[in-house]
C-alpha cells in the first residue's frame, strides 16, 4: 500500500491508514465492518474512482496485509508524531500524517475529509483514542505501569504491634517451625504423615509447649496466653500439627484441667502436658454434632462396685471424628449421659481409657480408623464404640456435677440448664484457638499471594512491557480486602482473647457469644481468603509445592470445628436477644420514652438528605461514619429480628417453630453484631498505637475493611433508606482507590506477619 502511485498522487489517502492498521490489528475484518468502510469511502466526494477502488482493494479479507506490511504501516503511522498526552482521534492522526505528506498544502482537502470521516470510528465501534495508544513506541508508559511496593513504615515495630507482649514465645515458636527436623514430609502414606505429625508433638512437649497453660504445680507455666500464640504460630507450619497439638494439650488437657478436680489434675495433667499419656476429646457422636445436650452415649453408675459402665446404645451414638483415636489415643474424656438409678442426669464428662501404651485396646473398647480426609490427614482421626465399659468412680470429671458417698448426684450448680452451659463454657477456649489457626493459614495465604502477585509480570499495555498483576485493579480488589481482613480480625482475636483470659463470671455469656460469632466469621474469611489466593496464583497456586492446597483443603473444616458456623451465629444471635429482652425489661417508662425517642433522634441525624448522599472524601474516610453505620445495620437487624419473632409468637406460632421461621435474619443479627465488635477493636488498635508510619497504614487498612463491609451490605443500607445510590457509588469509587494504595504498602503488610521462609511457597521465597 505505502509504495502505491495512488498514495504518491494524492498523499491525502494517508488519511485512511491509521483506520486500515487499526481494524486489521485483530487479524480479521468482519463483513460488517468491510461494508461499514466501503459505504464511507464511497461517499467521500474528493476521492477519484480509481482511488477508491484502491482504497477498497485494501479491505480484501482473502489477501490480509502481512505481518511486515502492518508493521509497516505502524511504522509510517508514527511518524506523525504520536503523544500519550495528546487526546487524539485515529482520523486527527490520519489527517497529521497526511498533511505531513502534502507539505503542508492541500489543508482545505483534508479539512473536508476529517469532517466527512468523523463518523466512522463510532460506526466500527472503535474507541478511537484507546486505539491510538496502540501507536506509541515501547516505552509507553501508564499509570498502571507505575504503581510498585513503598516502604511507608518500619515492618519491625508493625510486627511488633501484631505479636504484642508475647513476641518472645512467637520468636522461640518461629525458630523451631523453621528447623530442618520440622520438614513436611512429601508423601501421601497416611502412616508415615501420621507419625511424624506425633514425632513433632513430642519435640514441642519437650520445650514445655504442650504443658504451657498447666498450672506449675503439674508441670506448666499457668500461662494460657502463650498456648494461644503457640497454636497462632504453629499454624505457619503444618495445620495437621496444630490440630493434634490443640486435641492433646487443648481439648484433651484443658477438659481435665478445667472440668476436672486436684486429684485428676494430680494424677494425669503432668503426662498429658509431657505426651507421656496420649489422649482424646469424644464430645462429637454420629447424630448429634453441635446438640450436645442430645448425645446418646451412656455412664450408668453402679453404686455397689463404685464404678461408671460407659456404653454405646446404637450406631448414631457412636463417637465419630475423634481426633487421636485410630492410632495413638491411649485415654479419652468422653461426655456422655449421667443415668443413677435409672434417672438421666444430663450430660457430664469421664475419663476413660481407650488402650494401653504398647496399642493394644482395652476390652468393650472397639476404634475404626476415619481414614483419608479431605484434609489435616496427619491426624488419626476415629470412631469410638463403648461396649459395657468399666471405670472407676473417681474417673467422673466432678468439677461441676459428681456422685456422692451414697449414689445421690450432686451439683454446686443447681440449674441443670445453667450447670450444661457452664461446663461448656469452660471449654470456649478451642473458639478461639481455631479462628487465631485459621488467621494464620489466611495469612500465609495471602503473603503467597500477593508477594507472588508483586513479582509476577504479564500483559500489559500494547507496544508496553508486562507489568505486575498486583497493579490490574480486579487483582487489588480480590486480595486487598482480605489483607485489611486479617488485620482487622487480628486485633479482634487478641480482644476476644483478653477478655477470656481476665474474665469473670458476669462476663462468660458475653465472652461465649463473642466467641461463637469472631470463629464463625474467622474461619469463613479463612476459606474465603485462600480461595483468592489459589486463583490469584494461577496454575502456581495450583502446584502441592506452593502450600496454598495444603491450607485450603486442612482449614476447610475450621467451618464446623467446634461448632458448625451457621449454628454458632445463631447462638450469638439468641445472646443479642436475650440481652435486648433484658434491657427492655428493665426500663421504666421514662426509659423506654427515652430509648425511643434517641433512636428517631439518630435516624433523624443519620438519614437526613444530606448524610445519606453525601460523598465527601472526608466524610467517607471518617471512622465515626463507618462506626455509625455499622452500629445503625446492628440494632436495627437486632430490632427487626426481635419485631418478627414477636409477631409470630403473638400470632400462635410455637416459638421453635417461629424461629426456625427468622433463622436468616438470626444470622445477620449475628453477622452484624461481630462486624461491629471487629471495627470497634481496629478503630481503638489505630487509637493506641503510637508510631506515626504504622498508625496511618492501619488507619488505611482500617477504612477499606469498613467501607468493603458496607460496599457488601449496600442493598440493605439502600432498601433501608440509610444511603442513596449516588453514595454507595462513592463508596465502591473509595473502594477502589483505598485498594490501589494498599496495594503499594501490601508487600510489607504480609511481610508484617513474620512468617518463616520455610513456611512459605517456593514461588516468593
Known sequence: MLDSKHLRENPGLYVFLPLFYTVWSDAVLTPSEIKAIRNVIDAQPW???????????????????????????????????????????????????????????G??????????????EETLGVISREAAFNFLPVNRQTKTASQGTQYTFDIGKLTTLLDGPNAAIIRKVKAIISDPELSRPDTGDLGI???????????????????MAYPKEYGGQGDMASYFSIMET??????SLVVKFGVQFGLFGMSVYFLGTEKHHRKYLKDIGTLTLPGCFAMTETGHGSNVRGIETTATYDHGKQCFVIHTPDELARKEYIGNAALHGQMATVFAKLILNGKDYGVSAFVVPLRDASGKLHPGVTIKDCGRKMGLNGVDNGVIYFDQVTIPKENMLDKFATVNAEGKFESPISSDNRRFFTMLGTLVGGRIGIPRSGLSAAKTGLAIAIRYGDQRKQFGPEGGAEIPILNYRTHQRRLMPLLANAYALHFALEYLTNRFLKRTEED???????????????????????QECRECCGGKGYLSENRIDDLKNDTEIYT????????????????????????????????????????AKTSLQEKNPFVIRNTD?????????????????????????????KSYIDDGMDSFDAFNQCQHHLVQVGFAYIERIILEQFL?????????????????????????QIEKNKGWYLENGYMEGVKTKAIRKMVDRLCAEVREEAVPLVEAFGIPDSCLAPIVR
Open 107 to 120: 489543508k482545505d482537502l483534508l479539512a473536508k475529509a476529517s469532517a466527512s470521516l468523523s463518523g466512522i
Open 47 to 105: 476521492l477519484s474512482r480509481e482511488e477508491k477502488e484502491f482504497l477498497v482493494a485494501q479491505l480484501n479479507p482473502s489477501s490480509p496485509p502481512s505481518a511486515d506490511q502492518l508493521k509497516s504501516w505502524l511504522d509510517e503511522i508514527r511518524t506523525a508524531g504520536l503523544s500519550a498526552d495528546k487526546q487524539e482521534s485515529l482520523i486527527d492522526i490520519g489527517v497529521r500524517l497526511a498533511s505531513r505528506h502534502t507539505n503542508g498544502s
Open 617 to 645: 472524601d472526608e466524610h467517607l474516610l471518617d471512622a465515626e461514619f463507618h462506626l455509625h453505620a455499622f452500629a445503625y445495620r446492628e440494632r436495627a437487624v437486632l430490632t427487626s429480628a426481635a419485631r418478627r419473632l
Open 234 to 239: 504453629l499454624s505457619y507450619h503444618d495445620l
Open 560 to 599: 464446623t470445628f467446634e461448632g458448625d458456623n451457621t449454628v454458632l451465629l445463631q447462638l450469638v444471635a439468641k445472646s443479642r436477644l436475650t440481652e435486648f429482652r433484658q434491657e427492655f425489661s428493665n426500663m421504666n417508662l421514662f426509659g423506654i420514652l427515652n430509648y425511643v425517642a434517641t433512636q
Open 508 to 530: 462468660m455469656q458475653e465472652i461465649e457469644a463473642l466467641a461463637a460469632g469472631l470463629k464463625s466469621v474467622a474461619t469463613w474469611n479463612t476459606t474465603q481468603t485462600l
Open 193 to 211: 504423615y501420621r507419625e511424624k505429625v506425633l514425632q513433632w508433638c513430642r519435640m514441642l512437649a519437650a520445650q514445655g509447649f504442650g504443658s
Open 684 to 708: 481503638e488498635r489505630i487509637a493506641s498505637t503510637q508510631d506515626e508510619g504504622c498508625k496511618t497504614v492501619l488507619k488505611k487498612l482500617c477504612d477499606l475493611f469498613a467501607l468493603s
